[in-house]
């Protein structure tokens, strides 16, 4: 017998994010419920009434279309959705939270069976996830996790969170560059990053996690690329002038590797590692980078909330591996930071 879905019963709350100091996942709360030691979102009651239309209504909400990686992922949502038998809809709130909090719940009067959210920031989604709830729309996250304090504050919840490992990510790239510098080598190490979002900061804690193995590392200075090529060169710029015996630049973005390596230029001693800038070479100061690839997160999303819309259980945590690069290779189109 099919199971049904109610959004605000104990036994349906899913995962917000990992929490990158112990590993567990923050269920969310929920108006009427509370969180669960399941690995799984089960399923009791009805799903919105939309889900049983011949072809139910799917809301996508991303931040932006200027970064190669949600131009993949908006690809991978409309092709897979078509094929699962689903009217998506789209919309890009050009990296404003106001005007993402608009479109979504202009989505949500619509009545849709579910959305998807790839949140312009983490804390400002958690009103995005409780109107949701309150229209009884399950909210199915990815790329950018909802911060767990903001959702409980909020009495919200999710379905699934799918994403990176990105904790992994940043580990992979230290190991890269112990690999390359040695053990023991003295390193001066200058991060790119955006401190505001929850995937930044796993990749981050990843990277510092692993590179302590090396007692001469040390992080001497942060600075916010703002996920925008443009930012992160001036950001770059800046924090090598402030820090001219930086040797390593940790890039926790694709943008922000494009960034950092515009400010390097083809001749620097300084090497980049850190996650891909969609379709640049590895050569010169550019040694090793990690790629996601969000064309897949968008079908694999769409299958997951299929699977949920059918009455299956689904994984409240979805961790993807990341593809290594190092010199001389070249990410493809859709392997992207």
């Known amino acids: 017998m099919k199971r049904r879905h109610l959004l605000t019963a104990p036994a349906v709350i899913g995962a917000v994010w990992a929490l990158a100091a112990c590993g567990a996942v923050d269920t969310g709360t929920g108006s009427g419920g509370g969180s669960t030691d399941g690995d799984t979102a089960a399923a009791t009651e009805e799903l919105p009434a939309s889900c049983s239309d011949d072809t139910p209504y799917l809301a996508v909400a991303l931040p932006n279309l200027t970064n190669p990686y949600y131009v993949a992922m908006k690809q991978g949502f409309e092709t897979a959705g078509a094929e699962q038998g689903f009217e998506v809809e789209v919309q890009i709130a050009d990296d404003d939270d106001a005007n993402q909090l608009a479109q979504v719940q202009s989505m949500l009067q619509k009545q849709p069976c579910a959305l998807a959210l790839n949140p312009v920031k983490s804390e400002p989604a958690a009103a995005l996830v409780k109107a949701a709830n309150d229209a009884g729309v399950p909210v199915f996250v990815v790329n950018v996790g909802v911060d767990p304090e903001a959702l409980d504050a909020q009495g919200g919840h999710i379905v699934q969170y799918l994403g990176a490992d990105n904790a992994e990510g940043g580990r ?3 190991e890269q560059v112990l690999a390359d510098f040695g053990a023991d080598a003295e390193l001066k190490i200058g991060f790119v990053t955006e401190p505001d979002e929850t ?10 996690d692993a590179i302590a193995a090396n007692p001469n590392a040390e992080v001497v ?58 379709e640049t070479e590895l050569t010169g100061p550019y040694a090793g980078c990690v790629a996601q690839e969000p064309e897949a997160y968008g079908t694999e999303v769409v299958a997951q909330i299929r699977q949920y819309v059918d009455g299956e259980d689904v994984e409240a945590e979805v961790l993807k591996s990341l593809k290594e690069f190092t010199t001389g290779q070249t990410p493809a189109p859709g392997e992207v930071g």
Do not use: H, W
């Not at 995937?199 to 510092?208: A, I, K, L, N, Y």
């Open 199 to 208: 995937p930044t900061q796993e990749r981050d804690q990843g990277f510092e």
């Open 221 to 278: 200075a942060r600075v916010d690329g703002n996920v925008k090529p443009d930012d992160s060169l001036r950001a770059t710029t800046e924090m090598l002038s402030g820090n001219p015996d930086i040797n390593v630049i940790f890039a926790s973005t694709g943008p922000a590797a494009y960034g950092a390596l515009q400010a390097l230029g083809s001749n620097s001693e300084v090497k980049v590692y850190g996650f891909c800038a969609s």
């Open 172 to 174: 992979q790239s230290a």
